[in-house]
């Protein structure tokens, strides 16, 4: 037999936005459980020893470990039932997860159900995509900073958005070689700021290129590099070969929306959000009434705007509950969205504002369509 | 991808020094000469203000919104080097071009391991990572408020006072 | 190779080590971390091997979502390295293809 359980929040996924979400739920006094199918919370959280931007209200200055930890005290401080090493496999209707945990299967009826299931990193393929020493940047992220070992010596990283050009740095900070961050598109993609850092460590970062191939025996020994022009062609003549034992691709995050198709919310296809995101109102609550989903999920962002995400969608529940009144519900809207706001300002942040902004246009759509 | 800026520093990741001499967080030539003074290399508007706090001398403004390139404030720079450490962009610094009538002070953050030993010999590079010049370490501060980012000062010949960022790690 | 200090992360802290045996043969392993992290520290990178066209695979999301670094432990294929933690004792191999359970000495 398997257990069967009751609860008023689920919240899956314990990254930053599920962790805020459940700390915003738990603090107006639900009960809600946090599920991660992994055997520590956090996310990609304690991957990013860097300093956060941002404002002091957003955890400016603060290492993204540190910020993680802060969380995890709070969700006990509220205590918020975290499930580890739970993975939920289905999510069927009437707001019920199936759940394996290790090996003994379990069902939870829950009344709400946040999403906060993160994304997955993209694989880009060339020929000898698939030797060993080529994986996601975010995998060597959670070698060196996790499990404190290298992936390789002689790294070439492929994307120079924020991603690509972080766990560059981070490479080298662990002892690494980075030969080189190769981009297709004619401008880095991330900050300044954090391309400058790796360029002053000698670190090329060469745009307007892409790998042509990889090559190797039983794992890469080397990359081919080349250009490309304005309709992404490959430019004969402008092969240059790097001896490289690994490649980390940073070509991009996909939201990993499964639980949310299972559940029947509409998905809609935005590639500046990484791929199929479900729409939501504005408050996160998605097409399904009583499902909400934040962070990543809801469109690739970043760690700040996650946990503002999870917020709104803890309160949202919290307030459908009863247990905030709508007033202080408005209130403590305001204060998170105005937060919100401030990380998506600028020229990287508004176009991050607009494309959000189109799930709950979508999600108006729908609703006028009814 | 920053559509509105085209310029160095989305181009190669290194920022322009015209670039820089145009932005708030620069301080003037004449200000370089009197003394030590920071220099804020931020140049893209970024939602991210604790330069600011980080100051003990108010010489810092980013206001709102948080987006705003960081304003120097030179007059109020007394050259400390207390902000270097709470950038998250590392790159913030300090330039004194009046440490001795040969050379110059570089103060800079550093994330590295081994720290570099005080009086010590260093490859000093610019902001392309090629080395420039010889570089004497002349203090290596780290604290807990630095939260793990050390600050290293090193003295090197004064005409490269502004292409000097940094030292070979390791 | 293990990073043993690290300029924000510190001194890797002292663990327990165990033993696993990979292929055969004996390595050491930190208690608690995955596979795929002791085969990295012994200079291992290769986890399984394609049904088809017999070629190398390894690493490639580390955090449990592609399976590509799965190899048969304790007789049980397809275990996703990059999140099983080792155990003292544990049986490790390359896996080929699906590969073969043989759980208990009994083949399926």
């Keep these: 037999m398997y257990k069967a359980l009751n609860t008023e929040v689920a919240v899956i996924g314990a990254g930053p936005a599920g962790l805020s979400a459940a700390i915003e739920a738990a603090r107006a006094g639900a009960e809600v459980v946090l599920i991660d199918e992994n055997a520590k919370p956090g996310g990609q959280l304690f991957k990013q020893i860097h300093k956060f931007f941002g404002s002091k209200v957003h955890g400016a200055g603060v290492r993204g470990i540190d910020i993680g930890k802060q969380l995890l005290q709070e969700t006990k401080e509220n205590r918020v039932k975290v499930r580890l090493d739970c993975a939920v496999w289905g999510l069927f209707?009437?707001?019920v997860l199936g759940l394996v945990n290790q090996d003994k299967l379990e069902s939870i009826q829950a009344k709400k159900i946040i999403l906060a299931?993160?994304?997955s990193e993209n694989a880009v393929s060339f020929p000898g995509w698939?030797?060993?020493?080529?994986?996601?940047?975010?995998?060597?992220?959670?070698?060196?900073?996790?499990?404190?070992?290298?992936?390789?010596?002689?790294?070439l990283m492929l994307g120079s958005g924020n991603v690509g050009l972080i766990v560059s740095y981070?490479?080298?900070?662990?002892?690494a070689q980075v030969l080189a961050v190769v981009e297709a598109a004619p401008e880095i993609g991330g900050y300044g700021v954090h391309a400058s850092k790796i360029r002053r460590a000698g670190v090329p970062v060469i745009t307007s290129h892409t790998i042509k191939e990889a090559t190797g025996k039983d794992q890469v020994e080397a990359a081919t590099i080349a250009a490309v022009d304005r309709e992404w062609n490959l430019v004969p003549g402008t092969e240059k070969t790097l001896e490289v034992d690994t490649i980390c691709v940073a070509a991009g995050l996909t939201p990993l929306a499964g639980l949310a198709w299972m559940a029947g919310c509409e998905c809609v296809y935005l590639p500046e959000l990484g791929g199929y995101v479900p729409i939501h109102n504005g408050k996160m609550e998605s097409s399904v009434r009583g499902v909400y989903v934040a962070g990543d999920l809801a469109g690739v962002e970043?760690?700040?705007?996650?946990?503002?995400?999870?917020?709104?969608?803890?309160?949202?529940?919290?307030?459908e509950m009863g247990y905030v009144e709508e007033c202080e519900a408005e209130k403590r809207r305001e204060e998170i969205t105005e937060r919100l706001k401030a990380l998506r300002m600028g020229p990287f942040g508004e176009q991050r504002d607009k494309a959000k902004q189109k799930l709950v246009q979508?999600?108006?759509k729908k609703l006028d369509q009814r | 991808m920053a559509k509105e800026i085209r310029s160095a520093i989305v181009l190669t990741g290194v920022p322009s020094i015209e670039e820089l001499k145009n932005s708030p967080g620069f301080p003037s030539e004449e200000r370089l000469k009197k003394g030590p003074v920071a220099v804020i290399e931020c140049i893209q508007e970024i939602p991210c203000d604790p330069c600011e706090p980080a100051c003990p001398s108010g010489a810092i403004k980013v206001g709102k919104p948080i987006t705003n390139l960081p304003v120097l404030c030179e007059d109020k720079c007394v050259g400390c080097g207390k902000c270097i450490a709470f950038c998250p962009g590392l790159a913030i610094f300090l330039v004194d071009t009046t440490f001795s009538k040969t050379k110059a002070l570089i103060k800079f953050p550093y994330e590295y391991l081994p720290l570099p030993r005080v009086n010590s010999w260093a490859d000093a590079v610019d902001r392309e990572g090629n080395i420039v010049t010889k570089a004497r370490v002349v203090k290596v501060e780290?604290?807990?408020?630095?939260d793990r980012t050390a600050v290293v000062s090193i003295a090197i010949p004064k005409?490269?006072?502004?292409?000097?960022?940094?030292?070979?790690?390791? | 190779m293990r990073v043993l200090n690290h300029p924000i992360l510190g001194k890797l802290e002292k663990r327990r080590m165990v033993k696993i045996i990979v292929d055969a043969k004996a390595l050491q392993a930190i208690e608690g971390e995955p596979i795929i992290a002791a085969l990295l520290a012994n200079g291992i990178r290769v986890c399984r091997r394609t049904k088809k066209r017999n070629e190398p695979r390894f690493l490639f999301c580390g955090i449990g979502q592609c399976t590509d670094c799965v190899m048969t432990v304790d007789g049980i294929p397809n275990v996703r390295t990059c999140v099983t933690p080792v155990r003292d004792g544990m049986q490790i191999e390359t896996q080929i293809g699906s590969g073969k359970w043989s759980v208990q000495g009994v083949e399926y």
């Design chain 1, 93 to 95: 209707e009437d707001k």
């Design chain 1, 117 to 119: 299931t993160g994304v």
């Design chain 1, 130 to 155: 698939t030797l060993p020493g080529i994986m996601g940047a975010g995998a060597a992220q959670t070698m060196i900073n996790i499990h404190r070992v290298l992936p390789g010596k002689k790294i």
């Design chain 1, 170 to 175: 981070q490479l080298l900070q662990a002892g």
């Design chain 1, 302 to 319: 970043e760690a700040s705007t996650a946990m503002e995400e999870g917020r709104l969608a803890g309160l949202s529940v919290a307030e």
């Design chain 1, 362 to 364: 979508e999600w108006q």
């Design chain 2, 142 to 146: 780290t604290s807990d408020k630095y």
């Design chain 2, 159 to 170: 005409r490269f006072a502004h292409k000097v960022r940094g030292i070979v790690s390791g």
